[in-house]
């Protein structure tokens, strides 16, 4: 009998889908895998649109998400990996910080708890630069809300395993991209969020 269950959704970002592995857990997968305790229950329901942007995903995701909440005690959460979205590379950061905001700020008043994974990096040196900045509005906008954030960005964009995997996986993350973006999340904030020790280490 577990004493806890969790229902998580998981909205944003193509990494979610684990598009480009070969065993087919992507990052989501790897940290899911870890997570495991014995009174404890998660379901996992991945809401992914493809190609999808930060404005579209505003737009999208309660009608996604509010017809699943569970309306017993289990509790609703829900994961939010921002996109790469190419509509906000060509403009400002106020844009982008105004899309996720009104997720975050719908999301509690939904009484769901939210966790922010950031964009990972690009393989083009313009397109990481201002996603360097849409990283850092975007983490500001979570520490306001004190949503956890993780940062995907700064570790990986000049990680020599992580660009070597993304550069002969046609531009998607392979297998090692995926352990590494699972390890940012499970070692910065995920156990915490949940409100479990970390199963994973050995007493």
């Given at each position: 009998?577990?004493?806890?269950?969790?229902?998580?959704?998981?909205?944003?970002?193509?990494?979610?889908?684990?598009?480009?592995?070969?065993?087919?857990?992507?990052?989501?997968?790897?940290?899911?895998?870890?997570?495991?305790?014995?009174?404890?229950?998660?379901?996992?329901?991945?809401?992914?649109?493809?190609?999808?942007?930060?404005?579209?995903?505003?737009d999208r995701w309660e009608n996604e998400v509010l017809p699943r909440l569970a309306t017993d005690e289990t509790e609703n959460r829900m994961l939010l990996a921002v996109p790469q979205d190419p509509l906000e590379m060509a403009g400002s950061s106020a844009r982008a910080r105004l899309h996720l905001a009104n997720t975050l700020d719908r999301a509690?008043?939904?009484?769901?708890?939210?966790?922010?994974?950031?964009?990972?990096?690009?393989?083009?040196?313009?397109?990481?630069?201002?996603?360097?900045?849409?990283?850092?509005?975007?983490?500001?906008?979570?520490?306001?809300?004190?949503?956890?954030?993780?940062?995907?960005?700064?570790?990986?964009?000049?990680?020599?395993?992580?660009?070597?995997?993304?550069?002969?996986?046609?531009?998607?993350?392979?297998?090692?991209?995926?352990?590494?973006?699972?390890?940012?999340?499970?070692?910065?904030?995920?156990?915490?969020?949940?409100?479990?020790?970390?199963?994973?280490?050995?007493?």
């Amino acid at each position: 009998m577990h004493t806890r269950n969790i229902r998580l959704f998981s909205v944003g970002a193509q990494t979610l889908t684990g598009a480009g592995d070969a065993r087919g857990l992507g990052w989501l997968g790897r940290v899911l895998a870890k997570t495991q305790a014995p009174d404890l229950l998660i379901e996992s329901y991945p809401l992914v649109f493809p190609g999808e942007t930060t404005a579209q995903l505003a737009d999208r995701w309660e009608n996604e998400v509010l017809p699943r909440l569970a309306t017993d005690e289990t509790e609703n959460r829900m994961l939010l990996a921002v996109p790469q979205d190419p509509l906000e590379m060509a403009g400002s950061s106020a844009r982008a910080r105004l899309h996720l905001a009104n997720t975050l700020d719908r999301a509690a008043q939904h009484n769901i708890a939210t966790f922010v994974v950031g964009p990972t990096p690009a393989q083009d040196t313009a397109v990481n630069k201002h996603l360097a900045q849409l990283n850092a509005a975007y983490q500001d906008v979570a520490v306001r809300r004190e949503v956890p954030y993780i940062d995907a960005f700064t570790d990986l964009v000049n990680h020599q395993n992580f660009n070597e995997d993304v550069m002969i996986n046609d531009g998607l993350p392979g297998q090692a991209a995926y352990g590494l973006i699972a390890w940012l999340v499970l070692n910065r904030g995920w156990f915490e969020w949940l409100g479990i020790t970390d199963p994973n280490i050995h007493r």
